[in-house]
C-alpha cells in the first residue's frame, strides 16, 4: 500500500484541536446565562488553557497561498458580550498589572490587563477558526487553519500564556480576602 499523505485539515490532531477549540467556545458562550460560578470559571480555564496551547503544537503545518482566508465571524457585538459575561464573573479581579519587557528600549514597564480582554481575544481567534470548519469549505478551513497557527504565534498565544497566568493567581493568591476566597477556592 503506498503512503498516503494525510489531508491535514482531517488530520487527527486537527479535529481534536477544534473539538477542544468548540468547548473553550462554548464555555465561554456560558458564562452569560447563569451557569457558572467564578470558581468553576477559573478552575475550567486552569485545564483547558493549557490544553489548548498544547494541542495548537500538535497542528500539522500548511502551505497555502490565503485566496481563501475567510471572513471573521466574531462581530465586535458577540466580543463584547463573551467579554461582559466574564467579567461579570471576575469583578474585581479581572485587571491586573503585568510587568513587560521592551526589546526596542530595552527597558521593562507596567501595563494594565484585563482577563476578560484576553479570554474574549482567544475566544475571538478560536471561534472565527471553528466557524470555518462547521461551514465545512475545505479551501477555506485550509486558510483558516494556517490563519490560526499564524495568529498563535503572533498574538494569542502569548495573550494566553498571559491569562493563564493571572487566573492561577486568581484561584491560588494568599491575598484574596474572606468573601473572595468563599467564591474563588
Known amino acids: 500500500m503506498a503512503n498516503q499523505v494525510e489531508n491535514p485539515i482531517y488530520a487527527h490532531d486537527t479535529l481534536e484541536f477544534v473539538t477542544v477549540a468548540a468547548e473553550y467556545c462554548a464555555l465561554l458562550e456560558r458564562t452569560t446565562e447563569g451557569q457558572q460560578t467564578t470558581d468553576s470559571l477559573v478552575g475550567t480555564l486552569l485545564k483547558l488553557l493549557p490544553l489548548l496551547y498544547m494541542k495548537v503544537q500538535l497542528l500539522p503545518e500548511v502551505d497555502t497561498d490565503g485566496a481563501f482566508v475567510p471572513k471573521d465571524q466574531v462581530t465586535e457585538d458577540d466580543y463584547n458580550y463573551i467579554r461582559a459575561g466574564v467579567y461579570n464573573l471576575l469583578h474585581k479581579h479581572d485587571e491586573y498589572e503585568m510587568l513587560v519587557w521592551d526589546e526596542d528600549m530595552q527597558t521593562e514597564e507596567s501595563r494594565w490587563c484585563s482577563v476578560s480582554e484576553g479570554l474574549?481575544?482567544?475566544?475571538?481567534?478560536?471561534?472565527?477558526?471553528?466557524?470555518?470548519?462547521?461551514?465545512?469549505?475545505?479551501?477555506?478551513?485550509?486558510?483558516?487553519?494556517?490563519?490560526?497557527?499564524?495568529?498563535?504565534?503572533?498574538?494569542?498565544?502569548?495573550?494566553?500564556?498571559?491569562?493563564?497566568?493571572?487566573?492561577?493567581?486568581?484561584?491560588?493568591?494568599?491575598n484574596v480576602d474572606e468573601e473572595d476566597s468563599q467564591q474563588v477556592r
Open 120 to 174: 474574549a481575544d482567544i475566544y475571538q481567534a478560536l471561534r472565527n477558526f471553528v466557524a470555518v470548519y462547521q461551514q465545512r469549505v475545505e479551501p477555506c478551513m485550509l486558510d483558516a487553519l494556517w490563519q490560526l497557527r499564524e495568529d498563535f504565534e503572533l498574538y494569542w498565544g502569548q495573550t494566553l500564556l498571559d491569562t493563564l497566568r493571572q487566573l492561577h493567581r486568581i484561584r491560588y493568591s494568599n
